[in-house]
Structures are given as C-alpha cells and as structure tokens.
C-alpha cells in the first residue's frame, strides 16, 4: 500500500469522530432531513450515516472517493456562508485510504440505487440496490491499514462520548434535521425535527429553555439559556455551524451564569468573520466582537422573551 498517502489521510481523519462529522456535514449539505449515525466499538469497529439527502448520481459514484473530488465548488471567502460545510472534496477519499467501505446511494431522478465497495481507496465493485432516496456511508475498521494510529485511538468509550457529543452539537445547529444515534444496537439519541430551537434543546437536556433575541447592524444574536441549574455548558454557532472561541464563550458563561446550559447562535455576515485559520478547526474570530458581545450583554439583561408557537 501507499503507506505516505496513508498517513497523510490519516492526517486529515484522525479518530471515528472525526469521521462522523465529515459523513454528517455531507448529509447535511446533500440537504438531508433525517440522518442516522450507527457506531460499533465507539465507532472503531463499524460507522453508519445514513442519510435521506439528494443522493449521489450514479456516474459521480466512482469518483467520490477520488482525491479532491467535490461536487460543491466555491470560493474560500465563502468558507462561512451558510451554503455547506465541505468544499476540499478531501473527506471520503481520505476515510477510503485508511478504512474498508460501502457507499450506497440513490440519487432522487434514479428508480434503483447502487452499492459501491471500496478497500484502502480503490473501488472494488458497484451493484445495483433497491433503496430509498438518500445515501448510506459504511465505514468498517478504520486504520486498519494503519496500525500505529489504531493503536494511538482512545478507549470506545471516549470515542463513543465524542460522537454522542458531535452529534447533540449539530443537532444544535441544526434543530430543522431528525437525528438518530445508535451504539452496540442501542439507541443513544432520537431527536425529531424541531420548529424552534428551545425544543430541540428541550429534547437534548430534558428541560426547558428560554430564547433571547437581539439584532443590530445585520448582526443577529440568539441565546438559548436553560431554565433551571446544570453543570454549566456553552455552545457557540455562526451562521448554521458550530464553531469555537474560547473568549466569547466565556464571556458568554459570565453572563448567563456558569450553572447554566446555553446556545449562542450568531447570524453575521461573513465578511464581518476572520476564519483565516486551518479549515479542520472550529475556531473563529469575529472582527467587530464587541457589537457580538453587546448583543449578547442585551439579550441576557433585557431578556426580551420571544414566544413561539
Ligand atoms: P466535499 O464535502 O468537500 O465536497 P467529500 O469528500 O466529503 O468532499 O465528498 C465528496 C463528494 O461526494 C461531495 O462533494 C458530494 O458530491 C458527494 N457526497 C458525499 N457524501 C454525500 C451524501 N451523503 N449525499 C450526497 N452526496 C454526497
Ligand atoms: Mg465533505
């Protein structure tokens, strides 16, 4: 095998958790409204996502795996618009190299599906499959090829946790989606689609929430703060994505209160985001973070209560 062309795969997916939220970021922009995760051994073992998406067409199949192909070209200025998560069409052919798997899919002009085995990035074989519409990514034994990284994994429990985290995350970010989680056959999550994101919230934590709203010079803050007590938790999204800036995040926590659990969704136009920073990483710097933290300061003190229906 091209052992330098695994590692650097391996380089771009780096646990199952990793590899789930590529899979899930490719339901999400194949405009997916219901996705089901399935984890064998936190993961290790065996991923499904499964999605109800536009599907793939059958001559792009063979090529999704190729090394840059994407389907979703555009400009990395647009790297925050809230057009999709991927571009670098670097995901399936980087989880084929160091992985064995099954891409099913039907696209949503075709009346049959097709099954396409792939091992250590080459496709082996394509049958036809009676399907529904969507996509079905299979992921068995990552690093298989890679035993050094296998050996480096964390105990399935922690990759478990990480996925369960991952997937509650963008079902923050996306409270319009159904998600499912399953684990050893279990049944971890199962989240229908939400109209309002207090319920979708409600759903995750078992509690219910309140949702503050403040908008000022096309800048839009949304804060989502659980009614009761919890251990403390924040979450950050900007524009439909969930992101991280360990400064406004604490910001945030000083002022709806560290026992709280809370949402701080960010609508803001893109040329107002520096992201100018490795794509793999969620970081974000806002280039006018005050009138972000002035809006977020209003929201909690006026608690301007927004009813929903
Ligand atoms: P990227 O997302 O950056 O384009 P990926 O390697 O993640 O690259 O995916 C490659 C291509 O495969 C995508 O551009 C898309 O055309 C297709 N694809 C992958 N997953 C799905 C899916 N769940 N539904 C429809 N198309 C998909
Ligand atoms: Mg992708």
Redesign the pocket.
Known sequence: PDVRACIAAGEVIDSPADCVK?LV??SL?ASAKRIEVEIVKGGKRYIRVKDDGTGIPPEDLPLVVLEGATSKIRRLEDLMHTTT??FRGE??HAISKVSRMVISSRYFSEDVGREMRIEGGQVKEITQRGMGIGTQVEVFDLFYNLPVRQKFLKKEDTERNRITKLIKLYAMARPDVAFRLISEGKELLALPPAHHIAHRLQEIYNMPFETFERESNGVKVRLSVSVGNKTGEVFLVVNGRPVYNKNLLEYIRRHVGYRKVCLCEVEIPPFLLDVNVHPKKREVRFLKESLVKDLIKESVTRRVYLPYT
């Open positions: 590529e970021e490719n922009d998560y991927g995901a399936l």
